[in-house]
T-cell receptor
Framework: GAGVSQSPSNKVTEKGKDVELRCDPI?????LYWYRQSLGQGLEFLIY????????KSGLPSDRFSAERTGGSVSTLTIQRTQQEDSAVYLC??????????????FGEGSWLTVV | GEDVEQSLFLSVREGDSSVINCTYT??????LYWYKQEPGAGLQLLTY?????DMKQDQRLTVLLNKKDKHLSLRIADTQTGDSAIYFC???????????FGKGTRLSVIA
């Protein structure tokens, strides 16, 4: 697609429910990133994919968080048994590659998650 | 881990210049970036600078990099109300590593 597309754009869920957030990166981009932005906080790195593999999962806050990417394209971030502190904007980004000169990362508009 | 620091708020008058500052700790940074986030929107890449450069100019934007002090700044000339947003500094190390972002500087432009 023309840009990074995320869905849903807004999600309100009850505490304890599972949620799935979807990211469709720019066509041809091999690298895909998930970040979290909480109110008044910067961007917290969660996980990134190179193709379908995730070399760095160090940012996932707990084992309730998981992510997968299939076909080198769409990725889903799953949060199980949501807690109120999970409320944040979840931003997805993609880039052509992860290293090398001129690498530019493009962001989607985010999925706003509210846990009530 | 690596760290990127920014002041949280900046307020300027319309027509003045804005200077947003950033410091980082990673001495192996290869690229440094400035992103803009308008209310309710995602992050938009404004500009980036390679670590072997000390200045880059793009229309109203001037990026200055002091690699010795690990200090990056973004100057916006003739600041307009449409420039009101959060500005994020980010650095990229060599290899397959993600960007590390600062907490963002909220720029308010007073008419």
């Amino acid at each position: 697609g023309a840009g990074v597309s995320q869905s849903p754009s807004n999600k309100v869920t009850e505490k304890g429910k599972d949620v799935e957030l979807r990211c469709d990166p720019i066509s041809g981009h091999t690298a895909l990133y998930w970040y979290r932005q909480s109110l008044g906080q910067g961007l917290e790195f969660l996980i990134y994919f190179q193709g379908n593999s995730a070399p760095d999962k160090s940012g996932l806050p707990s084992d309730r968080f998981s992510a997968e990417r299939t076909g080198g394209s769409v990725s889903t971030l799953t949060i199980q048994r949501t807690q109120q502190e999970d409320s944040a904007v979840y931003l997805c980004a993609s880039s052509l590659i992860t290293g090398g000169p001129g690498n530019t990362i493009y962001f989607g508009e985010g999925s706003w998650l509210t846990v009530v | 881990g690596e760290d990127v620091e920014q002041s949280l708020f900046l307020s300027v008058r319309e027509g003045d210049s804005s200077v947003i500052n950033c410091t980082y700790t990673d001495s192996s940074s290869t690229y440094l970036y400035w992103y803009k986030q308008e209310p309710g929107a995602g992050l938009q890449l404004l500009t980036y600078i390679f670590s072997n450069m000390d200045m880059k100019q793009d229309q109203r934007l001037t990026v200055l990099l002091n690699k010795k002090d690990k200090h990056l700044s973004l100057r916006i000339a003739d600041t307009q109300t449409g420039d009101s947003a959060i500005y994020f500094c980010a650095e990229k190390s060599a290899g397959n590593t993600p960007l590390v972002f600062g907490k963002g500087t909220r720029l308010s432009v007073i008419a």
